[in-house]
């Protein structure tokens, strides 16, 4: 089975500081890359997501994300958080042509004020 | 604009109570898809189904069983509920073009 790491289980941050939330997959073929983002009490949503092209990818919010495939992540970065980026997030790994999405552990980010 | 439309969004159950859990999608995908999520763990699969008439078996699929009854509809049933179903459920649906996967806004189990 494949698998997603997202090595931060909870970050603390103060507004208006810098994020680099981290994912690692463990596939070694070509993969559709995605970060969901889970505000408090609500469903998942799509951040953004990398299919090919350019390996920066810019999502909703300000946040970005950079595909390294020689280390197989994905991370997430955001410049400057504020408060109501306060949410878990979730990286997920689609293996090009199948159906299943894996997801990591999910990393819940705490931003106070 | 539904989307996913998931319901119960709550429901208690007794140990060996048996329960469906309903999912209906408005936007014609193929793929749709059951999900758990438990603290520290994420989201793991339990079944999918890749388009009407086809389901397949997910990372946690024990205890659980699964309908596709048609393209809109993915019912996932517990037959005998154990407290290790307590969880939150969430069924999706994805866009083959995109890959994107849309969610519904969960059901939380809780099992007595």
């Known amino acids: 089975a494949q698998s997603v790491s997202q090595h931060n289980h909870h970050v603390i941050l103060s507004e208006a500081a810098s994020l680099e939330l981290g994912c690692n997959y463990s596939?070694?073929?070509?993969?559709?890359l995605f970060w969901y983002v889970q505000y408090p009490g609500q469903h998942l949503q799509l951040l953004l997501k990398y299919f090919s092209g350019d390996p920066l990818v810019k999502g909703i919010k300000g946040f970005e994300a950079e595909f390294i495939k020689s280390k197989f992540s994905f991370n997430l970065r955001k410049p400057s958080v504020q408060w109501s980026d306060t949410a878990e997030y979730f990286c997920a790994v689609k293996i090009y042509n199948f159906n299943k999405f894996y997801f990591g552990s999910g990393t819940k980010l705490n931003v106070k004020p | 604009n539904a989307g996913v439309t998931q319901t119960p969004k709550f429901q208690v159950l007794k140990t060996g109570q048996s329960m469906t859990l309903q999912c209906a999608q408005d936007?014609?995908?193929?793929?749709m898809y059951w999900y758990r999520q438990d603290p520290g763990m994420g989201l793991r699969l339990i079944y999918y189904s890749a388009s009407e008439g086809t389901t397949d078996k997910g990372e946690v699929p024990n205890g659980y069983n699964v309908s596709r009854l048609n393209k809109r509809e993915f019912s996932l049933r517990l037959e005998s509920a154990a407290p290790s179903q307590t969880s939150v459920y969430f069924c999706?649906?994805?866009?083959?073009?995109?890959?994107?996967?849309?969610f519904g806004e969960g059901s939380r189990l809780t099992v007595l």
């Open positions: 596939y070694g073929g070509t993969v559709n």
């Open positions: 936007m014609n995908h193929n793929s």
């Open positions: 999706a649906s994805s866009d083959g073009n995109t890959g994107e996967l849309f």
